[in-house]
């Protein structure tokens, strides 16, 4: 065991083991290189005398290369007399250096403030920024450890034009949303994530039984990160065909380096608070409200709140069961490499709890990339990388029952450990202390994330190379949800529930591809064709156990043999994929490409598997045409445009083919004489062989430019994007005989839209980086399957549709009555169409003037989608010292606030009693005050005044919101020159979620869904919390 432990350490540590401690310093201005004995030495630092690591030094039309180390230093061996050095890094000008003698060299590395010599990841490859003809972002790893966060889509939110981010909840290991370009289908609307060149699933993860989701991307640890590229437009995602239709991103995790061994230890601690506190009736005042509530009603008040002024303050119960709460996280990474092989490792771990009582997350990450050079023209390598998540949530935190909205409705009158034990006529049944709700049902998550590549190129000819490349990606999510058996006063459990679920899935990938490349004279052509197989197999299996003889012991086969009921599920999805791209350019000035992805899917019946997905796209650097002057106020300029086609195929595993039930009540049929009951089927959705694809068709246009001697730059894009084929389930009348609806191809979808990213950076001793991205959406339906509206589910316990969706209106808008004030008086009451209206009641307007208040009365009322999505990132620095600052907001959208409907009317929504009610409605309608905003109190709602969708629940959605600012110190180099061991620290303190702007009266303005049919909708979810952090790099 001892041998096999030490020959692990040796492969581990041989990249670091094989770095050359004989280095020569020289010039902190300069390159200084020195022959000795066979060997080049030397020193490679910035402009300002900076060392940097990482710089590639390559011996010109050869294979020998090292790089710099932390200290700037690289050394080089052989006979290099004659020969020109190629030093590169990213965000520098590339130098040529020609070793003529044993004289010094002086050189020095000018920062590329145009930046367009940069290498960019693209689908199957790499290009450089000014030969991109597609729309593609890119956020680099020094930009994302600017910000601590706690995922890598929170690190990139506010910073990519056309990119929405929101969260969905603010739980510890909560999940995102995101949208590029809006949303184009009913359907799945998450991007195409690509790690590494391996598409893996992004999907989030629900916890049973609760609204929360957990992370579908915990696997990706924000520190693990090199680059992340967006591709937004078809041009640039086409070569990922079927999933690419909501745009893909890639991420590039961190790899050794030639020359290069490092460790960098980075963690933080901090705490989160509730941003923003809506205000609740306290004691005095809902005693006062609920008897003014009776008299209107003309009911006898509870004697317990006769006298509300002696109640005083009460119990806040959002105070209880909210709380700071402490998140800590630590990152280790190790990196290292030489000619042959190059490693990096790194963990991770991060300990959350959550400002929702009783709820935390802990995650612990790690990565292996290891990538081996057998021979100059045999390279193979790969990656291993782990995630395992393990954490609590609570029982019930969904609209109807949940801890969060239990706080809201509870009553103030009563203590912390209090229950209900009055009259059901002025308590509700329904009530529960929510206190002592969340310290005894619970909800357990343990999920754990495998995910490995491994890789073989071989280069047939030069310019000609093999690829062949194997996937695996296998997650494994298992949710226990227990809730004791108790009666607390009106809220009673009679059998102690357990509920298990389990939820797994593997999906492996095989690609091979051929890259071609050549240039000749000012012709430049490269070339990919390939092929990839994939499958994913999942399932899913939930068991509910009840009666537990002893419930310390919570395992299912301790619960009542007559008590158990599961269920469960499977799915296969296969997809097999033939793909090619060509790009050409010539001086650099002209550029083409042309790709086409066919791929052939298992959700489709025999005639319609096979789908085609071409694209093409050009672009012109007027900037390198003779004519051009690059000195005068603008530097460089490029025209691109693009058209292409992607796919979709997002309706489930085998989404042709008819479905059944066996074994269920509705399923078993009464036969014969006897008429015994016989075991049946019955069909639950009918099948569609004529279903196909759902295909999006995007054009756009862009302009590159950078200004100002390559100090400012600028991008600006166009683009109109069609969906046709829309792949939607239509509406059935109840006398079709199944449950659910066919899939079918109905409907056109349009999104466009401008986007523009224009920044400016400069300084020397002060440096600043200052830069602006908004982008505007319109979407819009402009034609549906049958002519059919499609409405969104139910919210709550109310009948109101959460959207509707119909032609010439966006998907999942808000649809309902117009509310033009409240009834001052029985005269204005004479006046109304509505039969049931008093004073002090919401007046409905009659859009169609036929006097009565029908479906035709109800118009477009909000719309969830932002017309404008804007973000400010600024970065200063100067002697040490660094600022970030990112500003990220939102325009032109609506909020549902279905929250409403269970904190105004003081009346119980969902049976007898009455709760507890927003502070807001201290300014509802009397008769001595009046009012516009509150209707009158009332035990019932005759007129519908919260029972109606109206105008009253949408709310103006948009908000301004310092997202991060973060103050760093980096202690001076000279400090670590005699160290061995410590090379540079950075301390830093940050704050996420500062402040927010915004007119909305909900807890928070940002709100997420992955459900399109369902966004803005507020109806009590998990707020997103105020973050500060404090955090130390140390680099070794």
């Known amino acids: 065991m001892r041998s096999k432990v030490c020959m692990l350490c040796i492969f581990l540590g041989s990249p670091f083991l094989n770095q050359s401690a004989a280095y020569a310093a020289d010039n902190a201005f ?336 790690g990565r292996a990339n290891v990538d081996i050079q057998a021979n100059e023209r045999l390279k193979f390598g790969g990656s291993l990388a782990f995630a395992y998540t393990n954490g609590k949530g609570l029982q019930n935190e969904d609209f109807r029952l949940g801890i969060f909205n239990l706080a809201q409705q509870f009553y103030p009158t009563l203590g912390l450990e209090d229950v209900v034990n009055g009259s059901s006529a002025y308590y509700s049944t329904q009530g529960d202390n929510p206190y002592l709700r969340a310290k005894s049902g619970e909800k357990k998550l343990r999920n754990m994330r495998l995910y490995g590549n491994a890789f073989g190129e071989f280069i047939i000819i030069p310019g000609l190379t093999f690829k062949s490349s194997i996937g695996l990606d296998y997650a494994a999510n298992r949710t226990s949800s227990w809730e004791p058996k108790v009666q607390r006063g009106f809220y009673s459990n009679p059998l102690a529930t357990l509920t298990e679920t389990q939820t797994q899935g593997l999906n492996w990938l095989i690609e091979n591809t051929l890259n071609y490349s050549k240039q000749f004279d000012k012709h430049n052509l490269s070339a990919v064709v390939g092929q990839t197989a994939q499958r994913n197999a999942s399932d899913w299996i939930s068991i509910t156990a009840r009666d537990f003889q002893n419930e310390t012991i919570r395992v299912v086969n301790t619960s009542s043999d007559a008590n158990r009921r599961g269920t469960g599920t499977g799915s296969v999805y296969t997809l097999a994929s033939y793909l090619g791209r060509v790009n050409y350019s010539y001086a650099n000035k002209y550029l083409f490409s042309a790709s086409i992805r066919r791929d052939g899917s298992s959700n489709f019946g025999p005639s319609y598997k096979w789908g085609n997905f071409p694209s093409v796209s050009a672009g012109w650097n007027i900037s390198d045409e003779d004519f051009f002057n690059q000195s005068g106020p603008v530097n460089s300029l490029k025209l691109r445009a693009s058209w292409g086609q992607l796919g979709n195929d997002a309706i489930g595993a085998f989404g042709y083919s008819s479905t059944f039930g066996l074994g269920r009540v509705i399923d078993n049929y ?230 409403k409907f269970s904190t105004y009317p003081i009346k119980y929504f969902g049976g007898s009693g009455v709760i507890n009610a927003s502070a807001d409605v201290l300014n509802r309608w009397t008769p001595e005050t009046g009012g516009n905003t509150v209707p009158i109190l009332k035990y019932t709602d005759l007129n519908g005044n919260y029972a109606n969708l109206s105008s009253f629940y949408i709310e103006d959605g948009a908000y301004l919101r310092l997202r991060n600012v973060t103050l760093g110190y980096s202690l001076p180099a000279t400090l670590f020159e005699n160290s061995k061991m410590i090379k540079r620290v950075r301390v830093y303190s940050s704050i996420q979620n500062a402040f927010t702007i915004t007119k909305y009266s909900g807890f928070d303005p940002e709100i997420g869904s992955t459900n399109p049919l369902a966004s803005g909708v507020d109806d009590g979810v998990y707020p997103v919390p105020r973050t500060y952090m404090f955090g130390l790099k140390v680099g070794f």
Do not use: C
């Open 30 to 365: 300069n390159v200084s290189l020195v022959i000795s004995q066979e060997r080049l030495s030397g020193k490679v630092v910035d402009n300002e005398g900076n060392v940097l690591r990482g710089v590639s030094v390559k011996v010109k039309n050869t294979t020998q290369s090292v790089g710099t180390n932390v200290d700037g230093f690289f050394e080089l061996s052989g006979q290099l007399i004659g020969k020109t050095l190629v030093f590169s890094s990213v965000g520098y000008v590339p130098k040529e250096v020609l070793v003529t003698d044993l004289s010094v060299l002086k050189v020095v590395l000018e920062l590329d403030e145009g930046n367009l010599e940069e290498v960019v990841v693209v689908g199957y490859g790499t290009q450089k920024r000014k030969e991109l003809t597609g729309s593609i972002s890119s956020i680099k790893s020094t930009d994302l450890e600017k910000v601590a966060s706690n995922s890598f889509t929170g690190a990139i939110q506010g910073k990519v034009p056309g990119v929405t981010i929101t969260n969905t909840s603010g739980a510890p290991g909560g999940a995102s949303s995101v949208r590029i370009r809006g949303v184009g289908t009913t359907g799945g609307n998450q991007p195409l994530y690509v790690i590494d060149g391996f598409p893996v699933g992004g999907s989030n993860m629900s916890i049973s039984g609760s609204s929360d989701q957990v992370d579908g991307m915990s696997i990706v640890n924000p520190n693990d990160i090199e680059s992340i590229e967006v591709l937004k437009d078809a041009a640039a995602a086409s070569i990922y065909g079927a999933r690419a239709a909501n745009g893909v991103i890639l991420i590039t995790t961190k790899r050794g380096k030639d020359g290069v061994s490092s460790a960098d230890l980075s963690t933080y601690t901090g705490f989160q608070e509730l941003w923003k506190k809506p205000k609740f009736l306290n004691a005095e005042q809902f005693a006062t409200l609920a008897n003014e509530l009776f008299k209107n009603s003309n009911m006898t008040p509870n004697p317990e709140w006769a006298n509300p002024s002696a109640l005083g303050v009460g119990t806040n119960w959002i105070d209880e069961v909210f709380r700071t709460a402490p998140v800590h996280n630590v990152d280790l990474s190790v990196m290292g490499g030489n000619q042959k092989v190059k490693n990096a490792l790194s963990v991770g771990y991060r300990d959350q709890l959550g400002t929702l009582i009783e709820t935390w997350n802990k995650r612990y990450t």
């Open 670 to 899: 009464i036969l014969g004489a006897e008429q015994g009951l016989v075991t049946g089927a019955s069909m639950i959705r009918p099948g569609n062989m004529d279903l196909k694809w759902e295909t999006s068709e995007q054009l756009n246009f862009g302009v590159d430019a950078t200004f100002l001697n390559n100090k400012g730059y600028l991008t600006a894009e166009y683009y109109i994007k069609d969906t046709r084929d829309m792949l939607v389930s239509l509406p059935v009348s109840l006398e079709a005989g199944f449950e659910i609806a066919p899939s079918v191809n109905g409907g056109k979808i349009r999104n466009s839209g401008f986007e523009l990213l224009v920044g400016y950076a400069g300084g020397s001793a002060f440096k600043y980086d200052v830069s602006v991205n908004l982008s505007t959406l319109k979407n819009e339906v402009l034609s549906m399957g049958a002519g059919n509206p499609i409405s969104g589910p139910l919210v709550g316990f109310t009948s109101m549709n959460s959207s509707y969706t119909q032609v010439g209106q966006p998907i999942g808008y808000f649809r309902g009555y117009i509310v033009d004030g409240i009834y001052q008086n029985d005269a204005d009451v004479d006046k109304s169409f509505q039969p049931n209206a008093s004073a002090g009641d919401f007046k409905f307007r009659d859009v169609n003037g036929d006097r009565k208040l029908t479906d035709d009365d109800r118009v477009m009322l909000g719309n969830p989608w932002p017309k404008l999505t804007y973000g400010m990132n600024m970065d200063f620095s100067y002697k040490g010292f660094d600022l970030n600052l990112l500003l990220q907001g939102v325009a032109g959208n609506d909020i549902f606030h279905v929250n």
